[in-house]
């Protein structure tokens, strides 16, 4: 902006002008185009300012026209955000999952947002969702990609899609580590009503240890890999669970889930078949031995051939 100065003051300038325009830091004279000390400026402003009469301001319409469209953009953002937070919101609600993973997730979608993403409403809805599981993996909560899909009525496919945007565009991986895994162990155990919840998380979270020694999570999806763990864990407490059961609480394929209990239970297999009673073991009777082989698997491990 340029701003013109006119007082009633003797002249500032040596000419005789009480004129003065301020533009960009620099005070010159109206009549002359002398460049004024900052010094002079200063004392008029300071000293004598209650002697200034008018005070005129020169707008420029293309700088007026550039600031309301300035305002128009973060009023248009700031609205948007807010609808984000209550959007993040009723997920949240719908997921059960506390207000610090909504806040978590809100950052997330903020970086996102703030380097221009657009789309339909289902694309944002994604974006949400994506959001969502990456924060409650932060957080500990044990939350999985198909359950966050069918809570929010999204497809599995592109929510995964989606996730590996924000994790590429944030730097942020989804953690997969113990902690994830009893969170996971134990709201099935919640939900499938088991007593013995303790025994169960730390068998389940042992035999995920153990697969990931054996490269059976290797390229694969992490809660088939929990639920299998989950129903050896039950069994060796003699809880008879439907691999169905899990599935639909997971939304996850109950055919992949058999499968990674073979995978598992060949490894464990392998490795016991070696010990003196070891052709005692088969794989329908391998849950009465599995305790054994929980707890000294440190030692039969790095000797098994």
């Not at 339909?120 to 990456?134: D, N």
């Not at 990674?260 to 052709?279: A, F």
Request: hydrophobic share 45%; aromatic share 8%.
């Amino acid at each position: 902006l340029n701003r013109r100065w006119v007082s009633a003051m003797p002249p500032t300038c040596e000419c005789g002008s009480t004129e003065v325009e301020v533009q960009r830091g620099a005070h010159t004279c109206l009549r002359c185009g002398t460049v004024l000390p900052d010094s002079e400026l200063q004392l008029y402003r300071s000293d004598d300012y209650q002697a200034v009469k008018k005070v005129q301001v020169n707008r420029n319409d293309f700088q007026m026209a550039r600031l309301r469209a300035i305002n128009v953009k973060a009023m248009t953002m700031r609205l948007r955000l807010e609808r984000w937070k209550l959007a993040l919101s009723k997920l949240c609600g719908q997921l059960k999952l506390q207000d610090a993973i909504r806040d978590s997730a809100f950052r997330l979608v903020q970086h996102r947002v703030s380097n221009g993403f657009r789309g339909s409403k289902e694309r944002h809805k994604l974006l949400g969702c994506a959001c969502l599981v990456v924060a409650a993996s932060k957080h500990h909560v044990g939350v999985t990609l198909e359950e966050v899909a069918l809570r929010c009525d999204v497809k599995a496919n592109l929510l995964q899609k989606m996730i590996w945007k924000v994790c590429k565009e944030t730097g942020v991986r989804i953690s997969r580590n113990e902690e994830n895994a009893e969170a996971l162990l134990n709201r099935l155990c919640k939900h499938l009503n088991i007593n013995q919840t303790g025994g169960v998380c730390a068998y389940g979270c042992k035999l995920v240890s153990i697969a990931g020694q054996a490269w059976v999570c290797t390229g694969r999806k992490w809660s088939f890999i929990i639920a299998a763990a989950f129903l050896l864990a039950a069994e060796a407490f003699f809880y008879l669970i439907e691999v169905e059961d899990v599935a639909r609480f997971l939304n996850i394929g109950a055919a992949t889930i058999a499968l990674r209990i073979k995978e598992i239970k060949d490894v464990l297999l392998s490795v016991m078949q070696h010990l003196p009673w070891g052709h005692m073991i088969e794989l329908s009777n391998l849950h009465v031995y599995l305790p054994f082989a929980l707890e000294h698997w440190d030692v039969l491990y790095p000797v098994a051939p």
